[in-house]
Structure formats: C-alpha cells, structure tokens
C-alpha cells in the first residue's frame, strides 16, 4: 500500500530564511511524487512533481523539492522564504495512472515578517 | 480552459435535507475525483471515476452519500439526508489516468449543515 507522511504539523520561519517542509513515503516500486499548496480558501495547487531523472525539481514560486530513493524522502524547499508563502502543503504519491494520489496530512507553513 | 468547475460554492442547508454538489472536470481528463476536507480528518478521498466508470467508493462515509457521472463533463455528489457532521469543504479533481499526471482542483464547495 501506498502512504505519505508529513511529520510536521505546523512549521514557522522568518522571512527571507531558507524553508524546508519534509515529507517521506513508503510504496511497492517507482513512486510519482508530488507537492500541492492550498492558500486559504481555495483548492489545492500544483507546485512541482517528481517522475524520473535529475532527483532535483523545480517548480512554481521558487520551490523545489529533492527525491531522496534511499532515505524515501521528498522534502520542499526554498532559499528565502516569503510572507506570501504562508500556506498548507501536501504531499502526495502515487505508483500508476490506475492509481489515485495518496495524499499527507499537509504541513501549514507560516512565514513571520 | 476554466479549469475545474464546481458549484455551488457555499451551501447552507437544514438537516434533513438533500444536497446536490455539482463538478465539471477539465475536458479530455479520464479520472475524477472526489475530496472531503476537514480540520479533524484533513483530505479524505470519498470516491473516483475512470472513464465516467466508479472504481473506487470506500471512502464514502455512508449511505446517506451517492455521486454519479452521467457524462465526461458532469458529476454529482449527494447527500441525502444531510447531517450537521456533513459540514465540510467538498473538492473535485480531475486528471488524465497517466501516472505522470497531477491533478487539478476546483476551488470546493463549502457545505454548511445546520
């Protein structure tokens, strides 16, 4: 079975310090990997993923995220970090297309001026 | 393309009484899914279709609960009848049933029962 956790339920940084929101996976072959931010009132967005190749990805607002296969990991990150940036992150995996995406429980993240 | 659709975006309704959530997924997406969000339970996925086909509906609390997609471009989720502990925020997704594909999210339903 496939399952994500983020270990963290809340997660406070400075503006302008580097962020990392963790998340670590278990599944049963090639995981799909997959970061979502949802601002307040409104629905998940897309913020990067993970398929194959260079264990670095780059996604939208300045995040990027490493794949880790032997620490099963997935972690989101950001240089500087923004007040805007405050927001609830999931991430979520899936092994196919028949598949759903497994979701996290999702990490808020709170960035202080 | 307008993205995911969903409607109506907030909905008060008595106990007792039946509600109808409405989603229009992205057209040329296969997968649609369906999302409970609490701040107890967080993301709960309530069922999915592949190809207007229900494949998985284990998530779906109880009986009270039944969605359809009639089409590729329509579907339902309803409650009947409504409980105060149905108050939630409902999502839609849809996708292409590619393990590459993320999804994309409606902007929910806030479903209020009183």
């Known amino acids: 079975a496939q399952s994500v956790a983020q270990p963290e339920d809340q997660v406070n940084v400075a503006e302008g310090n580097p962020l990392t929101v963790k998340c670590t996976y278990s599944v049963s072959g090639n995981p799909y990997l997959f970061w979502y931010v949802q601002y307040p009132n409104r629905g998940l967005q897309f913020l990067l993923k993970?398929?194959?190749?260079?264990?670095l990805v780059k996604g939208s607002y300045g995040f990027e995220a490493e794949f880790n296969k032997s620490q099963t990991s997935f972690h989101l990150k950001k240089p500087s970090a923004l007040v805007s940036d405050s927001a609830l992150y999931f991430c979520a995996v899936r092994i196919s297309g028949n598949t759903p995406l497994v979701f996290g429980k999702g990490t808020r993240l709170s960035v202080i001026a | 393309d307008a993205g995911v659709i969903q409607s109506p975006r907030h909905e008060v309704t008595e106990m007792g009484q039946e509600v109808t959530l409405r989603c229009k997924p992205i057209s040329g997406h296969n997968s649609l899914f369906w999302y409970r969000q609490t701040m107890m339970r967080g993301l709960e996925l309530l069922i999915y279709?592949?190809?207007?086909?229900?494949?998985?509906d284990s998530g779906m609390p109880e009986d009270r609960f039944s969605a359809k997609m009639p089409n590729a471009s329509f579907s339902t989720l309803k409650i009947q009848p409504s409980e105060p502990r149905d108050s939630a925020v409902y999502f839609c997704a849809s996708s292409q049933s590619t393990a590459n594909y993320g999804y994309t999210f409606g902007s929910g339903t806030r479903l209020t029962v009183v």
């Open positions: 993970y398929i194959t190749g260079d264990n």
């Open positions: 279709f592949n190809n207007n086909v229900p494949i998985d």
